[in-house]
Protein backbone atom coordinates (compact mmCIF):
# COMPACT_ATOMS: atom_id res chain seq x y z
CA UNK A 1 0.00 0.00 0.00
CA UNK A 2 1.30 3.24 -1.01
CA UNK A 3 1.17 6.21 1.09
CA UNK A 4 1.93 9.96 0.77
CA UNK A 5 3.39 11.61 3.83
CA UNK A 6 2.46 15.05 4.17
CA UNK A 7 4.51 17.12 6.92
CA UNK A 8 4.89 20.72 7.80
CA UNK A 9 1.45 22.69 8.06
CA UNK A 10 0.63 25.06 10.92
CA UNK A 11 -0.46 28.31 11.59
CA UNK A 12 1.31 31.69 10.57
CA UNK A 13 0.27 34.99 10.39
CA UNK A 14 0.13 36.93 6.96
CA UNK A 15 3.18 37.72 4.95
CA UNK A 16 4.85 34.68 7.05
CA UNK A 17 6.10 31.40 5.48
CA UNK A 18 5.87 27.31 5.37
CA UNK A 19 7.34 24.88 3.72
CA UNK A 20 5.35 21.59 3.04
CA UNK A 21 7.05 18.39 2.60
CA UNK A 22 5.69 14.55 1.05
CA UNK A 23 7.48 12.02 1.63
CA UNK A 24 6.37 8.95 -0.60
CA UNK A 25 8.67 5.40 0.46
CA UNK A 26 7.61 2.92 -1.67
CA UNK A 27 6.54 4.61 -4.46
CA UNK A 28 8.45 3.95 -7.97
CA UNK A 29 8.72 7.94 -7.43
CA UNK A 30 10.75 8.90 -10.48
CA UNK A 31 7.49 8.06 -13.02
CA UNK A 32 5.25 10.27 -11.55
CA UNK A 33 3.93 13.92 -11.76
CA UNK A 34 3.99 15.21 -8.44
CA UNK A 35 1.43 18.61 -7.26
CA UNK A 36 0.03 20.07 -4.21
CA UNK A 37 -3.36 20.73 -4.65
CA UNK A 38 -5.16 22.41 -1.85
CA UNK A 39 -9.33 22.44 -0.30
CA UNK A 40 -10.61 25.92 1.06
CA UNK A 41 -13.96 25.89 2.91
CA UNK A 42 -16.66 26.20 0.42
CA UNK A 43 -14.47 25.93 -2.56
CA UNK A 44 -13.65 22.89 -4.64
CA UNK A 45 -9.79 21.56 -4.38
CA UNK A 46 -7.46 23.27 -7.12
CA UNK A 47 -4.02 22.83 -8.24
CA UNK A 48 -0.93 24.60 -6.30
CA UNK A 49 1.52 23.35 -8.15
CA UNK A 50 2.93 20.69 -10.16
CA UNK A 51 6.62 19.44 -10.81
CA UNK A 52 7.38 16.98 -14.11
CA UNK A 53 8.70 13.42 -13.31
CA UNK A 54 12.23 15.00 -14.32
CA UNK A 55 12.00 18.00 -12.32
CA UNK A 56 12.72 20.32 -14.53
CA UNK A 57 8.96 21.63 -15.29
CA UNK A 58 6.72 23.32 -13.13
CA UNK A 59 3.22 25.03 -12.94
CA UNK A 60 1.14 27.04 -10.41
CA UNK A 61 -1.87 28.08 -10.11
CA UNK A 62 -2.95 31.55 -10.92
CA UNK A 63 -3.36 32.84 -7.24
CA UNK A 64 0.25 32.00 -7.01
CA UNK A 65 1.86 34.79 -8.02
CA UNK A 66 5.69 33.88 -7.56
CA UNK A 67 5.40 33.24 -4.24
CA UNK A 68 5.08 29.35 -3.86
CA UNK A 69 8.20 26.97 -5.11
CA UNK A 70 7.87 23.57 -5.82
CA UNK A 71 10.65 21.00 -5.97
CA UNK A 72 11.45 17.06 -5.78
CA UNK A 73 14.40 14.69 -5.18
CA UNK A 74 13.89 11.61 -6.87
CA UNK A 75 16.63 9.99 -4.89
CA UNK A 76 14.79 10.67 -1.74
CA UNK A 77 11.36 10.27 -3.07
CA UNK A 78 10.05 13.80 -1.71
CA UNK A 79 8.73 16.70 -3.19
CA UNK A 80 8.76 20.04 -1.01
CA UNK A 81 6.02 23.27 -1.43
CA UNK A 82 7.86 26.54 -0.04
CA UNK A 83 5.17 28.98 0.12
CA UNK A 84 6.15 32.51 1.07
CA UNK A 85 4.59 35.82 1.50
CA UNK A 86 1.26 33.80 2.71
CA UNK A 87 -1.88 35.07 2.62
CA UNK A 88 -5.59 34.32 4.61
CA UNK A 89 -6.49 33.07 1.26
CA UNK A 90 -4.31 30.49 1.12
CA UNK A 91 -5.85 28.90 4.38
CA UNK A 92 -7.26 25.58 3.83
CA UNK A 93 -6.26 21.67 3.56
CA UNK A 94 -3.39 21.19 1.29
CA UNK A 95 -2.90 17.44 -0.66
CA UNK A 96 0.21 15.72 -2.29
CA UNK A 97 -1.02 14.18 -5.24
CA UNK A 98 0.80 11.42 -7.55
CA UNK A 99 0.22 10.79 -10.72
CA UNK A 100 -2.58 13.30 -11.47
CA UNK A 101 -2.49 14.26 -15.37
CA UNK A 102 -0.54 17.20 -16.02
CA UNK A 103 -0.07 19.50 -19.42
CA UNK A 104 2.86 20.97 -19.98
CA UNK A 105 3.90 23.44 -22.61
CA UNK A 106 7.54 24.84 -23.20
CA UNK A 107 9.32 25.93 -26.35
CA UNK A 108 6.33 25.46 -28.15
CA UNK A 109 6.02 21.63 -27.17
CA UNK A 110 2.72 20.65 -25.49
CA UNK A 111 2.97 16.84 -24.04
CA UNK A 112 0.95 15.43 -20.61
CA UNK A 113 2.49 13.13 -18.17
CA UNK A 114 0.05 10.88 -15.40
CA UNK A 115 -0.10 7.51 -13.72
CA UNK A 116 -2.54 5.55 -13.92
CA UNK A 117 -2.28 4.64 -10.63
CA UNK A 118 -2.46 8.12 -8.55
CA UNK A 119 -2.27 8.22 -4.77
CA UNK A 120 -3.35 11.36 -2.78
CA UNK A 121 -1.86 12.23 0.84
CA UNK A 122 -4.26 12.59 4.00
CA UNK A 123 -4.29 16.39 3.50
CA UNK A 124 -2.46 18.98 5.76
CA UNK A 125 -3.74 22.26 7.31
CA UNK A 126 -2.46 25.32 6.82
CA UNK A 127 -3.92 28.70 8.89
CA UNK A 128 -3.02 31.76 7.92
CA UNK A 129 -4.29 34.55 10.58
CA UNK A 130 -3.55 37.31 12.44
Known amino acids: QVQLVESGGGSVQPGGSLTLSCAAPGLNFKNYPMSWYRQSPGRERELVAA????????IYGGFVKGRFTITRDNDKNTVTLQMNTLESEDTGVYYC???????????????????????WGQGIQVTVTS
Open 51 to 58: VSKSGENT
Open 97 to 119: NAGSKITWINDGFRWEEYHTDEH
